[in-house]
Each structure stands twice: as C-alpha cells, then as structure tokens.
C-alpha cells in the first residue's frame, strides 16, 4: 500500500495540548508525528481554542500553535478546494 498523507481536523491538536484523556493524548501525539496535513481553517481554529482555553497573548499562541504543526504539510483553503471536495 502506497503511504498515504492525511488530513486532521482541530480536535486532533486539541487532544495534544489535553492531558485529561492519555489515549487520546498519545494518540493525537502518534497522529502529528505522521506530518498530516493541516488545513488553513484548521490552524485557525486551533490558535483560536488555544488562545481561549490557556488564557494567553496572541503572540505566545502563534509561537506554540505554529511550532504544534511546523512538521506538517500546510494547505490552505481556497475555493477551488471546495469545488472538489466529494
């Protein structure tokens, strides 16, 4: 089988800033070692939860949001992405 990229939604890096729950901790943290993909709407709402969630300045959560996904491919939506969406 040919190695396949994947894309995650937000809940993914959510689960690895939540200790709460170590499965989904250790998972999410074994998904972003596979460099998915991570969508422009996806960053977005991932620095918005986090900024919500730890109380801190815009600046500390582009550092540790963009650091979160530096290892993974980036691609932004556009509405020529939307069109081939199934």
């Known amino acids: 089988m040919k190695n396949k990229k994947i894309a995650i939604d937000t809940n993914v890096l959510i689960y690895t800033r ?9 998972k999410a943290l074994d998904i ?3 460099a998915p993909v991570v969508s422009s709407q996806v960053a977005l709402e991932y620095m918005n939860v986090v900024r919500r969630l ?7 959560c582009m550092s540790v949001c963009l650091s979160d996904i ?17």
């Open 70 to 86: 530096e290892d993974c491919a980036f691609h932004p939506v556009a509405f020529s992405t939307l069109r081939l969406a199934d």
């Open 18 to 26: 939540d200790r709460a729950d170590s499965s989904k901790y250790r």
């Open 54 to 60: 730890f109380k801190i300045t815009k600046k500390e």
């Open 32 to 34: 972003l070692d596979m």
